[in-house]
Every structure is written in C-alpha cells, then in structure tokens.
DNA sequence: AAGTGGTCTAGACCACCTG
DNA sequence: AGGTGGTCTAGACCACTTT
C-alpha cells in the first residue's frame, strides 16, 4: 500500500492524516464495515506518534465517518441514509413498532433540469436528469410525496431498470447499479398548506398543513448527487433539536 | 481556591475534571466573559497532565460552555438564547436586516402547574408556576406567540417587577433578577393548522399552518427552568440541518 | 493469551496575542 | 518579551474483545 500524502505542508500533521485517511474511504480503499488498521500500524506507516493518528481519528469519528470499539477496532462506518426520515417523520405503526415504509415509483422521465436544481446538483445549464417521483406509505396509508432529481450522467444506469424492482431502499440502488455511494447530506425544513395534487397523493384534506423537507445529499467527494423534495402531513410530524 | 473533587473515582480523571471545571461555571466562580485558570495552572492545581487537562476542556468546548483563543486563554461563554429562535424564523424585514423582535407581556399570573408542565419542570404535583403569554413583533406585525412557564420558587422575583419593564431579552432578565442562567435547551418541532385564538393573535387566517415549537430550557446544573410552547405562521419559517 | 482501543504521562517546541 | 493555547512526541499501563 503505498502512503503518499502530498497535500498542504502548512496543515498539522493531524490534518493531513485525516484529509488522507478520509480520501482511502472516499476511495472505497477502505470500505463501509470494514476495519481500518490498527493505531500502531498507522503509527508505523506514517511515522506520527500515537497521539497524532489518535486525533485524526478522532475528528473522522466526530465526522461520522468511522466508527471506535474498544477492543475490536476502528470501522468504517456503514450510512442508513434512508433512514434519516425518521428524524422527522413517525414512521409507525399504532403498535408503536418502526418499520421500513413502502415505496412505490410514480413517475420516472428524463427531462433537463430546471434552473434551481441544476444550481442545485451543480449542473451546467440545459443539462439533463432524471425526475422522479416516490410515493412512500406504511400499512397501505400514504405518508411521504418525495420529487426526486438526479444528474442523468452519473444515474444512467437506473434508466434500464423496470422501476417496480426499485425496492424499498434507494441509495442501496444508487451504490449497486451506479457506484454512488451517499455520504452527507443537508435539509431544510419548511411548512404549508397542502395543495390539490399532494393532498389527492397523501389523501389528506385540501388546505391541510404538509412539513417540505428539501434534501440535497452528497457523495464522499462532496459533490451533490442527489436533490429532492419531500412532503408529508403535518400531524405526522416531529423534529427533535438540543441546543448549546 | 479549594480544589476538592469527589465524584465517582470510577471515572476517568479528564471526566472528573471536565465535571469539576463545568461545576465552577455553574456556581459561577468561574462567570461567563471571564478566563479561566492557564492550562498549565490547571495542571498544577490537579496535578494531572497537560495533555488530560486539555482533553477536560475539549469536552466543554464542544458542550459550548468555553471558547478558547490561542494566545489570549481560554473564555466562559456568553449565552445568547435569545437568539435561538432565528434558526427557525425569519425574523427580518423586508431590507432583510436581522433584528431582535419586539415583546409585549399579554398575561402573567400565578397557578399550579399542569401536569405536563410539572413534569418537564420536574416539579412536584400541585407545584405553582408562574404562567405568561407573550407576543414577539417586527416591525408591529406579530410574528410568535410564546407561552412561558417557570417555577414560582426560583423565579418569585418577577412577579413584582411590571411586565411593561420586561423587555425584549427574557433569558437576560431571568438572569438580573432571578439568577437564573439558561445554559442549554431542548426543542421539539411540530406544524398543526392555527386555531381561533391564535389565528387571532397572529393576525392570520383560521386555519392557516403554523409551526410549533416546544423548548424546555436547563441551567448550567442541568435543571429545567423554563418550559414554553411558540407558535408562528409556516410561511415565516425555515430550518436547515446537516446529516453525516 | 494476544490484540485492540482507552487513558495518562511529562515534557518539547511552535504560533499567536498582549503589553 | 512574556504568556497563552496549538501541536507533537514516545512511550506506559489499563479495559475490553476475540481466539
């Protein structure tokens, strides 16, 4: 394995070790579930002292990026992305149990992108994507419209596949079938009434109030891959927030 | 200075020392704006190694209790709560300024403590509170109602101060008169359509969507002393996260 | 028993800020 | 110039997990 750090030498040499130990997992040199080498193979390899590697680690933990066991060893932390609805949204069932929502693909056309999501996703003008969208239900009942926009050259692939064999999960599909691996995303929040085909969609009442979840989400090389819209029923709705 | 520190031997010394460090914040020998004690200092008060005093006062960086500048030492830090709520609402101007709203005390009166309130307060059944409802503005257009409860015990002083001489900063006034110091906080979003009263208040039409959010407000012991619930118009908020 | 991360030491030298 | 936090070293010993 070959330990080229090239880099900023004005950085800490901590810096540099994090910088060059997240560009191994962006790589897939180190993949999601796997070990990474021991502290003391670090030590050895890149002739820092253990303290050094130690907050490198430590920052890519902060980050989310790798995961410590004591005993065990340092991983690669495996993302459930699709699971980060359940931050806003009760996703149960009356037993209270949590549960996967079902997914149904309403549409999927390749269109070029409109202005805002191709600032978005960082497309050039008039570029193509593809649109999608998703209805997400529990038991049968309507819980999440989402729009979805993807850059048509990187997601090519999902062109070819019949989209009832989407399945539930899809960034799963984007690793698989495209080689897109989500890494970090970011969401905005914001609420209004619900307008006529949404409301006909999650069958709610006219005018009833809807939660807008915008997501934009990133691959490890922090280039957006993915932008969509989400929208469910309010009532459905709860954000949790600790402030320092 | 007394150096005692009895804790749990148990745990490790940099957790002893961060939980004696943030004892002195919250019995304010150590008071917000001031430096604290040089790390070499803290190394010799202790008698523990730089290294682990520095990792005492890593926590409570992250935690937000100190701020450090190289050079000058290491800071207590001001609280600015009353600010929080611009993370969800746009409290600007149509210039786009950012201004701190307008508040005018509509209710204080004294009465025991629903049992949802008692609850998060941790207080007692039956326990009294003091109970105000207050409504932000800018620019004399309502932007929030917020309904506040407090402990009596802790914060009898206000009941005789005139709530015109309130102001717009609370958390500052709880702190002047009370000695009361909000440390942290806990909110919980969620969105209903208004009802009549607050539709009212808002000057906004029935039924319209609103976003409510729900804060329970803890001093630096880590008690609650504030619980209170805010309302204000969906299309005046906006809240954005980061997920890794 | 062997191997991993977790804690802790006792310094050194550097970069930055203040008087 | 003197003092502060920032970086880095080169270990030691402990707690926990796996074989």
Redesign the interface.
């Known amino acids: 394995m070959s330990y080229s750090m090239p880099h900023d030498d004005r950085l800490p040499l901590y810096q540099r070790l994090r910088d060059e130990f997240a560009a191994r997992i962006a790589g897939q040199q180190w993949r999601p579930g796997d070990a990474i080498p021991t502290e003391a193979e670090l030590v050895k390899a890149f002739g820092a002292s253990i303290?050094t590697v130690r907050k490198a680690i430590d920052m890519l933990v902060a980050?989310?990026?790798l995961e410590r066991f004591q005993g065990r060893g340092t991983f690669v932390r495996r993302k459930r992305?699709e699971s980060?609805m359940f931050?806003f949204f009760r996703f149960q069932n009356e037993a209270g149990e949590r549960r996967i929502p079902q997914a149904r693909i309403l549409r999927r056309e390749c269109v070029v992108a409109p202005s805002a999501v191709a600032a978005a996703l960082r497309l050039p003008a008039g570029a193509e994507a593809i649109q999608m969208t998703r209805l997400r239900l529990l038991d049968d009942t309507p819980l999440l419209v989402e729009s979805i926009w993807l850059p048509r050259e990187r997601f090519a692939a999902l062109l070819d596949i019949d989209t009832h064999d989407f399945g539930d999960l899809l960034y799963a599909l984007y690793e698989e079938r495209c080689g897109q691996v989500v890494?970090?995303?970011?969401?905005?929040?914001?609420?209004?009434?619900v307008d006529a085909m949404h409301a006909r969609l999650l069958q709610i009442q006219a005018?009833?109030?809807?939660?807008v979840v915008e997501r934009l989400a990133y691959g490890y090389d922090r280039q957006p891959l993915e932008w969509r819209r989400s929208r469910g029923p309010?009532?459905q709705?709860?954000?949790?927030?600790?402030?320092?």
Chains 1, 2 share one sequence.
Request: aromatic residues 10%; hydrophobic residues 40%; charged residues 25%.
């Open positions: 303290g980050d989310g990026m992305f980060t931050r890494a970090s995303a970011e969401e905005t929040l914001t609420a209004e009434s005018g009833a109030p809807v939660i309010a009532d709705f709860r954000y949790h927030v600790e402030i320092r």
